[in-house]
């Protein structure tokens, strides 16, 4: 049982560049969750979803997109990348909601130069 | 205004001794979850809390939430390295998302 795959481990981009980072997970959670972490700042709530389909947006989320076309995949997507956004990000799922146990994946750690 | 603080922001103790890290809500908790993370890995899931006066332990980490709700506490007795890490609570204030602390490094010195 895998449980929250995130990939890649680390990527580094240049200002403007875009990329998306993957996440997994194999445990048929409906709730899945983008968080970044930032020293002193804790963990932010970028984009939510409850649902294929369902998505919305967290305390965060200028600069970045996702889709949910299906239950186990939930990517995030940097569209034009600014140094402001180099931080590490956690994808999360949880089975009964969002606030209740989040299973989180070990992390991609980004860097914008 | 922060709504959920963590104490201390870090902590530097040697290999047995005994350790408490504090969260503090301004609002009523409906649950508080306890998480570690250890370098470059995702966050673990502790435990979580949702009683007034209600005490869990695992091994050698004990957590407890106040019987008004609004604080808990994470107490290790006698730390190893392996307690190393960042340890992050997580509020559930009712809104359907959890909200997070901003953490307490840990390092236990050999």
């Known amino acids: 049982n895998a449980g929250v795959t995130q990939t890649p481990k680390f990527q580094v981009l240049k200002t403007g560049q875009s990329m998306t980072l993957q996440c997994a997970q194999d445990?048929?959670?409906?709730?899945m969750s983008w968080y970044r972490q930032d020293p002193g700042m804790g963990l932010r709530l970028i984009h939510y979803?409850?649902?294929?389909?369902?998505?919305d947006q967290g305390e965060v989320p200028n600069g970045y997109n996702v889709s949910r076309s299906t239950t186990e995949d939930f990517p995030l997507r940097l569209l034009s990348a600014a140094p402001s956004q180099t931080s590490v990000y956690f994808c999360?799922?949880?089975?009964?909601?969002?606030?209740?146990?989040?299973?989180f994946g070990s992390g991609t750690q980004l860097s914008v130069l | 205004s922060q709504e959920l603080e963590q104490s201390p922001q870090s902590l530097i103790v040697q290999e047995g001794k005994n350790l408490t890290i504090n969260c503090t809500s301004s609002k009523t908790l409906y649950g508080l979850y306890w998480y570690k993370q250890k370098y470059g890995e995702g966050l673990i899931f502790l435990m979580m809390l949702q009683k007034g006066g209600e005490e869990k332990s695992h091994e050698k980490i004990t957590a407890k939430l106040d019987e008004k709700k609004q604080q808990s506490s994470l107490h290790i007795t006698a730390s190893q390295p392996s307690h190393a890490g960042i340890y992050l609570c997580?509020?559930?204030?009712?809104?359907?998302?959890?909200?997070f602390g901003k953490g307490t490094k840990l390092t236990v010195n050999p």
């Open positions: 979803s409850v649902g294929a389909g369902i998505t």
């Open positions: 997580g509020a559930d204030w009712g809104s359907e998302k959890l909200v």
């Open positions: 999360a799922s949880s089975y009964r909601g969002m606030s209740e146990k989040l299973f």
């Open positions: 445990m048929n959670h409906e709730y």
